[in-house]
C-alpha cells in the first residue's frame, strides 16, 4: 500500500468518526430534550394538582421542585452539549477538507505515477528499435 493510500485511508476514517460523534450528540440531544419535555408536563400536574404555581409558596410541592430542577439541569446539558456539536461540526468540515487533499495528491500521484511508467516503457521501446 502506497503512503498516499493510507492517508486517504486514515482521512477517511476521521471523517466518519466525526459524523458518527455527529450523531451521537444529536440523539443525545434529542433524548435530554425529550425528558425535559416529560419534566414539565410532570411538574405542571403537580402544580395543578396543589393548585399552587408560586415556586416561592411554602407549600410548593416538593417533587415539582426536584423535577423543575432536573429539568434545568437537563437545559444546561443540551446547550453544553449543542456547543459540542458545533465544535464537532467544524472538525468535520476541517477533516473533510484534508481528506479532499489528501484524494487529490493521490490522484495527481496516480497520474504521475502513470505518466512516468508510460515514459519509460516509451524509451525502451526505441532502445529496443534504435
Known amino acids: 500500500m502506497k503512503p498516499r493510500e ?8 476521521q471523517v466518519k468518526e466525526k459524523r458518527r460523534q455527529l450523531g451521537q450528540l444529536d440523539l443525545m440531544i434529542g433524548e435530554f430534550e425529550r425528558m425535559a419535555s416529560e419534566l414539565d408536563a410532570q411538574i405542571q400536574s403537580e402544580e395543578a394538582k396543589a393548585g399552587i404555581t ?54 495527481r500521484d496516480n497520474g504521475r505515477s502513470a505518466r512516468e511508467s508510460a515514459d519509460s516503457l516509451a524509451m525502451q521501446r526505441r532502445a529496443m528499435i534504435g
Not at 493510507?6 to 476514517?13: A, I, Q
Not at 426536584?66 to 458545533?86: C, F, G, H, P, T
Request: aromatic fraction near 8%.
Open 6 to 13: 493510507s492517508l486517504v485511508r486514515l482521512k477517511m476514517f
Open 54 to 107: 408560586d415556586q416561592n409558596h411554602f407549600a410548593y410541592p416538593t417533587f415539582a421542585k426536584a423535577a423543575r430542577q432536573r429539568r434545568d439541569n437537563l437545559y444546561v446539558s443540551i446547550r453544553d452539549l449543542m456547543a459540542q456539536k458545533e465544535t464537532a461540526e467544524n472538525e468535520l468540515r476541517i477533516a473533510e477538507a484534508e481528506l479532499a487533499k489528501a484524494e487529490a495528491l493521490e490522484t
